[in-house]
């Protein structure tokens, strides 16, 4: 029996993971620079990964003392002669191998961790990466607006056949780059067959010259597309490649799985292929030509967090309305932030009055408590009745309607031209606010 062997454990169900991969293992009071270990098994659909660790009783002893520390793992393989891989793991949080005895011998079994984040460099000698265009991939979860760009659906595909292939969807982003989206399927092998599952959606970009630059093009069309299909959407694989021979592939694991839009609310956008590709091209670069794009992203957030209780929610849009207000108006950072009555006027004048039918937000000429009044009293900590929460939940209705006009419009977007336009919002009964505001006594 090598050394080896004698020090620890390996587990039957190593085989089922990934290649071993000597490195070092690294926490802020400790430094293991030869460390064997094993990843699970990680495709672009991976949302969770484990790092295993197969020490010697060296090793083992010393890990059980620094265990609570968050660790980094730096470490190469090679695939074959001509492919070589980088695999650098980062918040790395263990839990202690177990000690077993027997037989004279002192065993450890591997001590495991779940993996924050992950990027993976494979570098090609044999010409396998390269390419005459650079290239990134960006995975998505689902939402509607990407699902309505993305490749057709097999009924789709069948009419197509007929009447002309339909057009894929691109889009020009920065640096005469461009950008498609796709629909992401992830095939499995069943006997002989192959079973595809659509797993979400993606980007891919072609032809960038800086990898940040796409990065962040994407992001912005990920918050476009969460404002439009009302519903969040992510990514947490991304890949690139220069061209050159080398190939980047980044995870960012245990992220939040975001709620879907329910089937009965509908999205911002209309239900059309030409409107939502004509938001992307009108929004896009009005996004990333902006100052304090931050803002922006934070409205949205307010707009998708749906789970708070109401008067969190009241305040959270409030506070969605003041950075709008600041992105519509591209106010330049300052030691203060402006108020949200002068954002207000200046944005009136800017863009007109689109509020009318709304529930006021700073002054109601009939006199009734404007919803800035409300959001006052949620903040100074007043208590609610039960005859209240109606008011409540018209108020955070409208806040959230009043939210998506100002964002549209910052963005070129005309109100009529999606469901929070006045023809549609008219069927809600919270658009017959005003016995509601009466009623609430503040």
């Known amino acids: 029996m090598s050394?080896?062997?004698?020090?620890?454990?390996?587990?039957?169900?190593?085989?089922?993971?990934?290649?071993?991969?000597?490195?070092?293992?690294?926490?802020?009071?400790?430094?293991?620079?030869?460390?064997?270990?094993?990843?699970?098994?990680?495709?672009?659909?991976?949302?969770?990964?484990?790092?295993?660790?197969?020490?010697?009783?060296?090793?083992?002893?010393?890990?059980?003392?620094?265990?609570?520390?968050?660790?980094?793992?730096?470490g190469e393989c090679d695939i074959n002669s001509d492919v070589r891989e980088v695999w650098k793991a980062a918040d790395i949080w263990l839990k202690p191998g177990s000690k077993i005895d027997g037989n004279n011998h002192t065993f450890w079994s591997a001590p495991?961790?779940?993996?924050?984040?992950?990027?993976?460099?494979?570098?090609?000698?044999?010409?396998?990466?390269?390419?005459?265009?650079?290239?990134?991939?960006?995975?998505?979860?689902?939402?509607?607006?990407?699902?309505?760009?993305?490749?057709?659906?097999?009924?789709?595909?069948?009419?197509?056949k007929i009447a002309g292939e339909r057009e894929k969807f691109f889009l020009k982003v920065s640096d005469g780059a461009n950008a498609e989206i796709q629909r992401y399927t992830r095939s499995r092998r069943i006997g002989v067959l192959k079973d595809f599952k659509k797993?979400?959606?993606?980007?891919?970009?072609?032809?960038?010259?800086?990898?940040?630059?796409?990065?962040?093009?994407?992001?912005?069309?990920?918050?476009?597309?969460?404002?439009?299909?009302?519903?969040?959407?992510?990514?947490?694989?991304?890949?690139?490649?220069?061209?050159?021979?080398?190939?980047?592939?980044?995870?960012?694991?245990?992220?939040?799985?975001?709620?879907?839009?329910?089937?009965?609310?509908?999205?911002?956008?209309?239900?059309?292929?030409?409107?939502?590709?004509?938001?992307?091209?009108?929004?896009?670069?009005?996004?990333?030509?902006a100052l304090q794009a931050e803002l922006f992203d934070g409205a949205v957030y307010a707009l998708m967090a749906r789970e708070h209780v109401l008067e969190v929610r009241v305040a959270r849009l409030f506070f969605g309305v003041q950075g709008a207000l600041i992105f519509a108006l591209q106010e330049p950072k300052g030691k203060k932030?402006?108020?949200?009555?002068?954002?207000?006027?200046?944005?009136?004048?800017?863009?007109?009055?689109?509020?009318?039918?709304?529930?006021?937000?700073?002054?109601?000429?009939?006199?009734g408590p404007p919803l800035s009044d409300l959001r006052n009293a949620i903040v100074h900590g007043e208590a609610f009745t039960e005859d209240d929460f109606l008011a409540l939940s018209y108020a955070s209705q409208n806040l959230e309607w009043i939210l998506e006009r100002i964002l549209l419009l910052s963005l070129g977007w005309k109100i009529d031209e999606s469901y929070v336009s006045l023809r549609t919002l008219q069927h809600f009964c919270a658009h017959q606010w005003k016995s509601a505001q009466q009623n609430l006594k503040i």
């Not at 032809?207 to 994407?218: A, I, L, Q």
């Not at 009055?353 to 709304?358: A, P």
Request: aromatic share 12%; proline share 5%; glycine share 4%.
């Open 3 to 74: 050394k080896i062997e004698q020090e620890f454990v390996v587990p039957m169900e190593s085989a089922e993971r990934g290649s071993l991969i000597i490195g070092e293992l690294r926490s802020e009071s400790a430094v293991f620079p030869s460390m064997l270990a094993q990843f699970s098994k990680i495709d672009p659909s991976s949302r969770k990964a484990k790092i295993y660790l197969y020490p010697t009783l060296d090793q083992a002893k010393q890990l059980f003392f620094v265990m609570h520390s968050p660790f980094t793992f730096h």
């Open 199 to 289: 797993k979400g959606y993606s980007i891919h970009a072609r032809n960038y010259t800086d990898v940040e630059t796409v990065r962040k093009d994407s992001e912005a069309l990920m918050i476009l597309a969460s404002l439009g299909s009302r519903e969040r959407t992510m990514f947490w694989h991304w890949s690139s490649s220069s061209g050159a021979g080398e190939m980047t592939r980044r995870w960012q694991f245990n992220a939040k799985k975001f709620a879907r839009r329910d089937e009965h609310t509908d999205p911002l956008l209309p239900r059309n292929r030409a409107a939502c590709a004509r938001f992307l091209q009108t929004a896009f670069p009005a996004y990333r030509g």
């Open 337 to 367: 932030r402006a108020q949200v009555r002068s954002l207000y006027e200046k944005f009136l004048r800017k863009y007109g009055s689109h509020f009318d039918d709304l529930w006021p937000l700073l002054h109601d000429p009939q006199g």
């Open 112 to 160: 495991t961790g779940n993996i924050g984040s992950l990027v993976i460099s494979t570098v090609s000698s044999d010409g396998i990466f390269k390419a005459a265009t650079s290239s990134a991939w960006f995975v998505a979860n689902r939402c509607f607006l990407f699902q309505i760009l993305a490749n057709p659906e097999d009924e789709e595909m069948e009419r197509a």
